[in-house]
């Protein structure tokens, strides 16, 4: 955590420095990233943005002109390069846009292609991302910056990550669950310059940050959002082989067949690996509600959360059908100190590109939606952090989101809280053929989206209210 901000700006700056080496005319520029990444992939966007693509002669200067751009903000900043790359270098609001013609002039850098008849604009053909966190784009702590031990703020505020107009599709993955204070999203937003240029998708999934991106032992979540992705993906061009969602499933099945408990205890509280007497199983079963335990299945087999309604858990289990894949909470030490939040979809608010504060304004045009797992995992009362309650999608129905279905059959979320937002309703995400044939061979039996789909309106509104019982 400590050399977060050098490791970024170093994989930044080689990024950025390999995509000018090797940019060829009718190359198309798709940049992906998970949290650190995924702010290293909207850092590169911004500076090709910027400054374009610095042409051979351009690299030859490249680190005085990656010192003018941290600082074009920056009041009273002494520059240690005077004269280079040029004179009288600007700074202020429209920094990036006269520096820019500057280079252009003194044929440092590059914006179109075939650049001597002008060709086209070199855009960013996709930016795509999963959980880009805190208000700069990486997790920042207020007690670490207290003791000045912390320098995400300082170091990295210059990296302009918001959404340029030469993106030409942005698509972002977002996590319902995710409680770290640090860890709030990052949420995009279409201004009037890109209105019509860039192609904004972002969609919330249930689960936390890892869930989304990947990284815990269940994959059941991130199946999910990589499926998503790829649809996203697949529309610009990118080719993937279809064998991969069987690979990815394999693992995730694999997985759930040793593991049917999916959340883990501390190892003093695991049974005994020896002498399995009926006193010390029990003992066992007893500390079951305060937690789960990853190997317990090996020990003690028969023992499990009902992570679902009967039907569905007494026709799949141990195996988690779409859309049920447990949701874990990161425990850090780091992070329990800076307390617990509930994320907001739909109503973020406008940031400082300064030092990252909040302002009153809500985002704009942000074309935020909700994933039709958000409503499965509420019909069959999934289970929430750690398996220790009933999930209630508390980031909707807790800040004045209410479950609807149109006349048409579509489903979506209307907002009837006391709040002006910009957007009342969200809508729920249509799948592409990634995801359908993930819910195809994930969907369990019975299929759990259409069980979902079979439910009355005021029964799925009415859901959460279940205590997981364990089956012994």
Known sequence: MFGLATDNRQHIRESYSFICANYVDGDEIILIGFSRGAFTARSIAGMISSLGLLTREGMEYFFPIFKDMQNWQTIGYKDPFPGIPFDEKPSGDDAARDYRHKLLEKKLTRIYENQKNGGKLITIKAVAVFDTVGSLGVPSVPWMKKLGIDHTTSELRFYNTNLSNRVEHAFHALAMDEPRPPFSPSVWERCADNQRSTDLRQVWFPGNHGNIGGGWPDQGIANMSMAWMMDQLAEVGVEFDAGSLHRMLDETVRYYREHPMAAALPNKDAPPAKGKSPKAVAAFK???????????????????????????????????????????????????????????????????????????????????????????????????????????????????????????????????????????????????????????????????????????????????????????
Request: aromatic share 8%.
């Open 286 to 472: 007893n500390k079951i509600p305060d937690g789960l335990k990853e190997k317990a299945s090996k020990v003690v087999p028969t023992p499990y959360y009902k992570w679902a309604i009967d039907e569905v858990v007494e026709s799949n289990h141990p195996v988690r059908p779409w859309g049920t894949g447990a949701i874990l909470r990161a425990h850090s030490p780091m992070y329990t100190l800076t307390g617990s939040i509930t994320r907001s979809p739909g109503k973020y608010h406008k940031l400082n590109t300064y030092d990252g504060k909040e302002l009153p304004e809500y985002l704009e045009d942000t074309n935020e939606k909700i994933h039709p797992s958000v409503r499965v995992r509420l019909a069959v009362q999934g289970l929430g952090y750690d398996d220790k309650q009933v999930w209630n999608a508390s980031a909707l129905t807790d800040a004045g989101w209410e479950l609807n279905q149109r006349a048409d059959g579509r489903w979506c979320w209307v907002y009837d809280g006391p709040e002006d937002l910009p957007t009342k309703v969200l809508e729920e995400s249509v799948m592409g053929h990634f995801e359908k044939r993930m819910l195809e061979l994930a969907g369990g039996s019975p299929n759990i989206l259409e069980y979902a789909e079979n439910m009355r309106l005021e029964d799925l509104q009415g859901r959460g209210s279940r205590k997981p019982s364990m089956v012994k």
